[in-house]
């Protein structure tokens, strides 16, 4: 959660600006009612400290009551580590963080734990607190791909950097465990963008909490606009929250995986070859869910208006609409989304937009036309609403799974337990 920061980012190594989309998933979970029982910011996106003040200033713009604890401040040992005496060093990955997890899992007896950053934490809590770590409900994290696709944004080539930045840790988790496990891959992560001017508005909005997304985005934004990165961007972390609140929205099913591993890449974007891949074709591994597209165009409209709304904006009226190719990536073309009774609102009065902004239409789509940027590909099984579920996908309470009704946030009764 390093939005805010200027520079730092690639675990301080790099001068470049951290990315902000782990800031906007906490909102999108908040938002949608959530029992987020806390933060532990790890490293990644920054270093783990500086992460911990612009973290703790998110939670309180959001008016949160959460704890921010510190995580790991440094990848796992590519191997296991011992003395030359025979001493097991696999304690020493334990950090506040990491206690913090194993003292709420035991106070509840159950969690669930949303992992947007490197799984570092997690797989050393599997290790060091196994009677804890078998509470996890599930893990809902942001990793992975298809098998052979191409990580590559307006030109720009990626890897999944939740993994190269800690390889073991994703291994240790879905090798060494049986803990339930959701995969919100790139392929669903990179899809429904948000237009850069629509997050560049926030920051001149008379809403507090906007006006504060908006400004601390700046330095990532212009950051963008300088490399020529593209018209919208992603929030890829807002996925993973988004599968808490409408899994129903998310294309979803039952696949192996398959995992190159290797010492952390943690320098270019580019510079490796390691991968972990997700796929229902991989049957030699324990079988987990994994999460590639939309529902429909329809559903990942949805989403992007929720994701403006949580953080007090809306879909500005000359705002360019999202449309995609037939490949499912995200590019722009000419338009401007339609209005309605001009502002957008909850039931708490937060998601506030300046007067004349554009409301939600019958579909809640910020685009129109034949090419939104989703698939549907691999759906599985199908409500009435074509939507796509599987055992895995729907939240756990104290009383078993979640039902939520289409449209309808749930509520403190039904929403997941907790999110990290």
Same mark, same amino acid.
Not at 24 to 33: I, K, R
Not at 51 to 70: E, R
Not at 133 to 161: H, M, N, Q, W, Y
Not at 308 to 332: F, H, M, N
């Given at each position: 959660?390093?939005?805010?920061?200027?520079?730092?980012?690639?675990?301080?190594?790099?001068?470049?600006?951290?990315?902000?989309?782990?800031?906007?998933?906490?909102?999108?979970?908040?938002?949608?009612?959530?029992?987020?029982?806390?933060?532990?910011?790890?490293?990644?996106?920054?270093?783990?400290?500086?992460?911990?003040?612009?973290?703790?200033?998110?939670?309180?713009?959001?008016?949160?009551?959460?704890?921010?604890?510190?995580?790991?401040?440094?990848?796992?040992?590519?191997?296991?580590?011992?003395?030359?005496?025979?001493?097991?060093?696999?304690?020493?990955? $334990?950090?506040?963080?990491? =206690?913090?997890?194993?003292?709420?899992?035991?106070?509840?007896?159950?969690?669930?734990? &949303?992992?947007?950053?490197?799984?570092?934490?997690?797989?050393?809590?599997?290790?060091?607190?196994?009677?804890?770590?078998?509470?996890?409900? =599930?893990?809902?994290?942001?990793?992975?791909?298809?098998?052979?696709?191409?990580?590559?944004?307006?030109?720009?080539?990626?890897?999944?950097?939740?993994?190269?930045?800690?390889?073991?840790?994703?291994?240790?988790?879905?090798?060494?465990?049986?803990?339930?496990?959701?995969?919100?891959?790139?392929?669903?992560?990179?899809?429904?963008?948000?237009?850069?001017?629509? &997050?560049?508005?926030?920051?001149?909005?008379?809403?507090?909490?906007?006006?504060?997304?908006?400004?601390?985005?700046?330095? =990532?934004?212009?950051?963008?606009?300088?490399?020529?990165?593209?018209?919208?961007?992603?929030?890829?972390?807002?996925?993973?929250?988004?599968? &808490?609140?409408?899994?129903?929205?998310? $294309?979803?099913?039952?696949?192996?995986? =398959?995992?190159?591993?290797?010492?952390?890449?943690?320098?270019?974007?580019?510079?490796?070859?390691?991968?972990?891949?997700?796929?229902?074709?991989?049957?030699?591994?324990?079988?987990?869910?994994?999460?590639?597209?939309?529902?429909?165009?329809?559903?990942?409209?949805?989403?992007?208006?929720?994701? &403006?709304?949580?953080?007090?904006?809306?879909?500005?009226?000359?705002?360019?609409?999202?449309?995609?190719?037939?490949?499912?990536?995200?590019?722009?073309?000419?338009?401007?989304?339609?209005?309605?009774?001009?502002?957008?609102?909850?039931?708490?009065?937060?998601?506030?937009?300046?007067?004349?902004?554009?409301?939600?239409?019958?579909?809640?789509?910020?685009?129109?036309?034949?090419?939104?940027?989703?698939?549907?590909?691999?759906?599985?099984?199908?409500?009435?609403?074509?939507?796509?579920?599987?055992?895995?996908?729907?939240?756990?309470?104290?009383?078993?799974?979640?039902?939520?009704?289409?449209?309808?946030?749930?509520?403190?009764?039904?929403?997941?337990?907790?999110?990290?």
């Amino acid at each position: 959660m390093s939005m805010g920061l200027t520079t730092g980012s690639r675990n301080g190594i790099s001068t470049s600006v951290p990315d902000i989309d782990d800031s906007y998933a906490l909102a999108l979970a908040l938002a949608h009612g959530v029992d987020v029982r806390g933060v532990v910011a790890t490293m990644g996106n920054s270093m783990a400290k500086p992460t911990v003040v612009t973290a703790q200033a998110t939670v309180d713009a959001l008016g949160a009551d959460i704890p921010v604890v510190q995580g790991a401040e440094v990848w796992l040992p590519v191997e296991a580590q011992q003395t030359t005496g025979g001493a097991d060093l696999t304690g020493t990955c $334990v950090n506040d963080g990491v =206690r913090f997890m194993a003292d709420q899992l035991r106070e509840t007896g159950g969690l669930t734990i &949303l992992a947007i950053g490197p799984l570092t934490d997690v797989a050393c809590l599997t290790m060091n607190f196994p009677e804890e770590a078998s509470l996890i409900s =599930r893990i809902v994290a942001l990793v992975g791909s298809k098998p052979t696709t191409v990580f590559e944004i307006f030109g720009t080539p990626l890897v999944d950097f939740n993994y190269i930045m800690d390889p073991r840790a994703e291994q240790i988790i879905l090798d060494q465990t049986f803990i339930p496990f959701t995969a919100i891959t790139f392929d669903l992560s990179s899809l429904a963008p948000i237009p850069i001017p629509e &997050l560049e508005r926030l920051a001149s909005s008379p809403d507090p909490l906007a006006r504060f997304y908006g400004e601390s985005s700046m330095p =990532r934004l212009e950051m963008l606009k300088e490399i020529d990165f593209g018209p919208a961007y992603p929030i890829f972390d807002a996925a993973a929250a988004w599968h &808490l609140i409408r899994p129903q929205d998310q $294309v979803c099913q039952q696949a192996g995986y =398959r995992l190159k591993t290797g010492s952390p890449a943690t320098a270019e974007a580019g510079e490796t070859d390691i991968y972990d891949w997700f796929s229902p074709e991989i049957t030699e591994t324990r079988q987990v869910t994994s999460c590639t597209g939309f529902t429909s165009k329809e559903a990942a409209g949805r989403y992007q208006q929720a994701i &403006l709304q949580a953080v007090g904006g809306g879909v500005g009226q000359t705002g360019p609409e999202i449309l995609g190719d037939d490949e499912g990536s995200p590019r722009t073309d000419e338009g401007s989304a339609s209005t309605d009774e001009g502002s957008l609102s909850n039931g708490e009065g937060i998601a506030r937009t300046d007067e004349g902004a554009a409301a939600l239409t019958d579909e809640g789509t910020l685009s129109t036309g034949e090419d939104t940027g989703w698939t549907a590909e691999g759906a599985t099984t199908s409500t009435d609403e074509g939507a796509a579920q599987t055992d895995e996908q729907a939240a756990p309470t104290d009383e078993g799974t979640a039902q939520i009704d289409d449209g309808a946030a749930p509520t403190d009764e039904d929403a997941d337990r907790a999110a990290w």
